[in-house]
């Protein structure tokens, strides 16, 4: 089993900047992806940012230059540290965990709205 804790999101005016974090406890392997997926009003959850414990990060085109995602192996703990918000960026963020083996887990959401 593993657990994940988010933290960060809020309410921020265009063009502000925040940062979300999600620590993961419990069963956890030195190899494993963690990733931010978001879902805005009305729409489909969507991938917004990955990185593996390699480092290798991957992002949406929406976010690309605005975003970045970092982990700190040794915490188990992913951060996305959001520029340049847009209101389009407005959602609930999802924290989103996978190794090996194991089912991918979740975390419980985190709202972000960026105000006009």
């Known amino acids: 089993q593993v657990q994940l804790v988010e933290s960060g999101g809020g309410l921020v005016q265009t063009g502000g900047s925040l940062r979300l974090s999600c620590a993961a406890s419990?069963?956890?392997?030195?190899?494993?992806?963690m990733a931010w997926h978001r879902q805005r009003p009305e729409k489909q959850r969507e991938m917004v940012a990955t990185?593996?414990?390699?480092?290798?990060?991957n992002y949406a085109d929406s976010v690309k230059g605005r975003f970045t995602i970092s982990k700190d192996n040794a915490k188990n703990t992913v951060y996305l540290q959001m520029n340049s918000l847009k209101p389009e960026d407005t959602a609930v963020y999802y924290c989103?965990?996978?190794?090996?083996?194991?089912?991918?887990?979740w975390g419980q959401g985190t709202q972000v709205t960026v105000s006009s």
């Open positions: 990185i593996t414990s390699g480092g290798t990060a």
């Open positions: 419990g069963s956890i392997v030195s190899s494993n992806t």
């Open positions: 989103f965990f996978w190794q090996v083996g194991n089912r991918p887990y």
